[in-house]
């Protein structure tokens, strides 16, 4: 799957009603969408999504914004698409983020960054899987 990524439009996202602009930036970008959703994550959902930043300080509020509202995944296809993706969503910090990148286009601020994007190939299948089931995956494609 190492052209596969798993993109996210978070909470804030959907609620600034930028779901259209954000899938034409990605669908421009070469990207194409093999499965997407609407979900409401809970917290379970949303804090083994995020296991990894457990320990992290900005955790619980994390959880917090993430169950705040609706959100998007989005498994994406295209070569190179782990990295691609991420120069196309820019910085995690929407003030470090290059000009013309997604988060620094819509993002508020480091924890309402719009979109998330896997960092690695290993974690974009873990990461696919985690929303999508591999028969909607099979069914989808192609
Ligand atoms: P994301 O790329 O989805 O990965 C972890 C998320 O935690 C990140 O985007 C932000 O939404 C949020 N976050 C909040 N504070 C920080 C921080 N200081 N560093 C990294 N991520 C943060």
Not at 50 to 56: A, C, L, M, N, P
Not at 90 to 101: C, F, Q, R
Not at 118 to 140: G, P, Q, V, Y
Request: charged share 30%.
């Amino acid at each position: 799957m190492s052209n596969r990524t798993l993109a996210i439009l978070k909470p804030d996202c959907v609620q600034k009603n930028l779901i259209g602009e954000v899938i034409t930036k990605i669908t421009g970008a070469g990207f194409k969408i093999i499965s997407m959703k609407m979900v409401h994550l809970n917290e379970k959902s949303a804090g083994g999504f995020y296991e990894v930043h457990k320990e992290r300080p900005f955790f619980n509020d994390l959880i917090k914004y993430m169950t705040s509202g609706p959100c998007v995944p989005i498994a994406l296809e295209k070569e190179n698409a782990v990295e691609d993706f991420r120069k196309l969503i820019g910085a995690t910090d929407p003030a470090k983020a290059e000009e013309g990148t997604i988060r620094k286009l819509y993002a508020d601020s480091i924890e309402a960054n719009i979109v998330h994007g896997s960092d690695s190939d290993e974690n974009a299948k873990m990461e696919i899987l985690h929303f999508f089931s591999r028969k909607e995956l099979l069914e989808n494609h192609g």
